[in-house]
């Protein structure tokens, strides 16, 4: 028997080949055969597609009566090299009106061509209600029958044929409720993608369906299918919108990883989304957040869960950073087909410092620079009052017309005194509190320093902004009351400018009222005092984190750091003495930075481990946007890392590491390692730190790390 893969090479008329299987038909069933017809047309000598969809009639349907059609067929499916697909149906089918569904019938009444005998459904009645309803249950169906096909679709041929014929069910369906009635299968696929032009993968599937064999990923072949079914289903429903925003916290990734749970490893509330929603609240703004991170959704979860709810969010606010904004880009493209008129406002990091990039692709309609809790309450009054023109004039709003991007010089950074206590409830907290009780909290914005690699003074201001320590301690005192975590971590990026002022004003406020709390923060080392660490540890201070970046004072002096090294490593040790947790965070991979600058920054770990470092993050350089690094070297990334496999499985404390901090960096600014061997190198670093044991000739000891890794045999 010919592979179905391969039916596809007959180019002449399809009239023969019908006539042919009737005059089998007639010969074997005779006065048993009733009708033959087809809804293909017959004459189209253009059409991809070579198979013939045909419906046969018989008295009665018995098993011997299918294998004597199966064995026509499969004749006629070798002489011609075709692909026939017979629906058979038995005269008491056609008689009884629950056997056939109602969009058989409808599309068979309109588009079956006789052959042989007479359209059983000319004179059918088919009510248009009870047709819509069938409609939307069919395409509802075809996500579960694909869901039936997946564990057989890598292996088998025929599988992906027939999830490719689901999606074409549910499309036709479709096409139905809006009021194209089509039945060939590929005359289906370009009517949906001529007038839906938002889903290209149909095209794909509609070429897996002509040949399966020439799907790469049968993976991304099932996520597009189960994509298109649901998306045209919430399409059809077409809800009307509501004056609310709904602001996501960006999934990690379409589908969520079978064993990997993010925010197990990675906890970390979304600040900026809780800020902005609290404020807007405020303001009389109604909305919510879908934490898609934290419930580990997935891009095909969240749309389900916007899209399910009774009511539809007139603005859909999305947080990006240069790691997550290919996600961004695909949700925001998802919202947009299904309902086009939903406006997506796209914050964070990316949108700030990438503004061309984030609405590249015409789905964001404005991209907000800066903070965003002034410019998104301005865009939602406009919204809400009918008045989009008045966003033009929004500072921190930025938009694109005819190629040409207005306002992008126009950041807003907020006065930290006007904004309301965050409401943490509007969050997941059972699902942070299950994993981690922690809250999150700053105290200040902004920064004044020029690190190289480092986009935070672009993206939140040169000018430190910070809250008076009497309203920071009183906020800190309420989200503890009200929402009872275990410990609060301080998410600044300067909590120990001015040489630990506010920090020592916070503790000796925190110890005069006898308030009990546990607490992190990240500082710079040379701004905190002798004095400090003693006096954070009676304030409750449990885990203080440096960011370091290098070991060398050379690559301190390039990339602007500028730490005192000496100075850094007794900061380090005093503080690890007053029974502190201490963390360091370093980077590998500088343009131009030697096998012994590196060694430098290995051993410089492996030193501070000697004076009570106990834990340390080794980050892979990346010429994010908005970076110094990415202007000299001419290069930026926009992906940054990804995940790599191994680190997901690997119990480890590198890979727990690597999965937590490093990942696997999509391209290398250092010529002596490409990406890869840049991943392997922050290994060897996590190794290296783990058995504190310090690097005498990097090359040469990484060469062998490498070759034992390679082959497997390198475990911890």
């Known amino acids: 028997m010919v592979s179905p893969s391969v039916y596809t090479s007959y180019c002449g008329s399809l009239a023969p080949i019908i006539d042919d299987f009737s005059k089998h038909m007639i010969a074997t069933f005779g006065k048993s055969l009733h009708y033959i017809g087809t809804t293909t047309n017959l004459a189209d000598k253009e059409a991809k597609i070579r198979d013939i969809d045909i419906m046969v009639v018989l008295s009665a349907l018995s098993v011997g009566h299918i294998g004597y059609i199966w064995r026509i067929i499969t004749k006629l499916r070798v002489k011609y090299n075709i692909y026939l697909d017979v629906r058979m149906y038995s005269i008491d089918q056609i008689v009884d009106e629950s056997a056939i569904p109602l969009i058989n019938k409808f599309l068979l009444r309109s588009f079956l061509v006789d052959k042989f005998g007479i359209n059983p459904f000319l004179d059918c009645v088919i009510p248009d209600e009870d047709l819509k309803k069938e409609c939307f249950k069919l395409i509802l169906e075809q996500e579960k029958k694909i869901h039936l096909n997946i564990p057989r679709a890598a292996a088998n041929p025929m599988q992906i044929k027939e999830i490719a014929h689901n999606v074409f069910d549910a499309i036709r369906a479709f096409l139905l409720l809006q009021g194209i009635p089509s039945v060939d299968k590929e005359k289906v696929c370009k009517l949906f993608v001529d007038k839906y032009n938002s889903f290209p993968e149909v095209t794909q599937i509609y070429e897996a369906y002509i040949d399966p ?5 049968v993976a991304n072949f099932i996520t597009d299918s189960i994509s298109i079914v649901k998306h045209v289903y ?26 990997d749970d993010y925010l197990s490893y990675d906890h970390n509330m979304p600040l900026g989304l809780v800020s902005i929603a609290t404020f807007l609240c405020d303001n009389g703004i109604s909305i919510s957040i879908l934490d898609s991170y934290a419930e580990n959704l997935g891009v095909l979860a969240t749309i389900d869960r916007i899209f399910s709810d009774g009511k539809l969010p007139k603005i859909i606010g999305l947080n990006a950073s240069s790691p997550n904004i290919n996600i961004v880009h695909i949700l ?46 301005e865009i939602a009054n406009a919204i809400f009052n009918g008045n989009r023109e008045y966003i033009k004039s929004v500072k921190g709003a930025c938009y694109q017309h005819k190629g040409r991007i207005y306002n992008i010089h126009s950041a807003i950074f907020t006065d930290l005194s006007i904004l309301p206590l965050p409401n943490y409830s509007l969050l997941p907290l059972a699902r942070y509190y299950s994993i981690k009780k922690r809250l999150y909290i ?36 309420d989200i503890v009351d009200k929402y009872k975590p275990d410990e609060v971590q301080i998410v600044d990026d300067n909590f120990s400018h001015r040489n630990g002022d506010l920090i020592e004003s916070f503790c000796k406020q925190i110890i005069a009222t006898d308030f009990a709390i546990k607490w992190k923060c990240q ?30 004072s050379d690559i301190q002096k390039y990339i602007r750091k500028n730490l005192n090294l000496a100075k850094t490593a007794r900061t380090v040790e005093s503080t690890s003495k007053q029974g502190i947790y201490t963390k360091a965070f370093f980077m590998l991979g500088f343009p131009g930075e030697s096998y012994g600058q590196m060694a430098d920054t290995i051993n410089y770990a492996i030193e501070l481990k000697s004076v009570g470092l106990k834990d340390v993050a080794f980050f892979p350089v990346m010429p994010f946007p908005g970076t110094k690094i990415a202007e000299i070297t001419g290069r930026v990334v926009y992906q940054g890392a990804v995940m790599d496999e ?12 690597m999965r937590k901090y490093s990942a696997k960096p999509e391209i290398s600014l250092n010529k002596l390692f490409d990406p890869d061997q840049l991943r392997m190198l922050v290994k060897f670093s996590y ?25 497997s045999m390198y475990a911890v």
């Open 213 to 217: 064999g020439s799907v790469v990923s």
């Open 234 to 259: 919430y399409k059809a429903l077409t809800k009307s919108l509501v004056d609310e925003v709904l602001l996501i916290n960006t999934p990690s990734s379409v589908i969520p990883h079978p064993v």
């Open 332 to 377: 925001a493209a998802y919202i947009k087909r299904i309902n086009s008129e939903v406006v997506i406002v796209c914050g964070g990091p990316h949108a700030s410092l990438a503004v061309e990039h984030t609405l590249s692709t015409n789905d964001i309609d404005y991209a907000v620079i800066g903070e965003g809790e002034i410019p998104l309450l």
């Open 442 to 477: 700053n105290a200040t914005r902004g920064c004044a320093f020029n690190c190289i690699y480092c986009s935070v003074p672009k993206f939140c201001g040169r000018k430190v902004r910070e809250l008076s320590a009497g309203r920071f301690f009183s906020q800190v005192k």
């Open 523 to 552: 500082v710079r080392a040379d701004q905190l005092t002798a004095k400090l660490p003693a006096l954070m540890q009676c304030a409750g201070c449990f885990e203080v984190d440096f960011g370091i970046e290098s070991g060398n």
């Open 646 to 657: 191994i680190d997901l499985y690997e119990k480890s404390f590198a890979a727990n590491r």
């Open 687 to 711: 190794q290296r730190f783990q058995f504190g044991v310090r690097v005498t000739d990097l090359q040469k000891e990484f060469t062998e790390f490498s070759d034992l890794e390679s082959k």
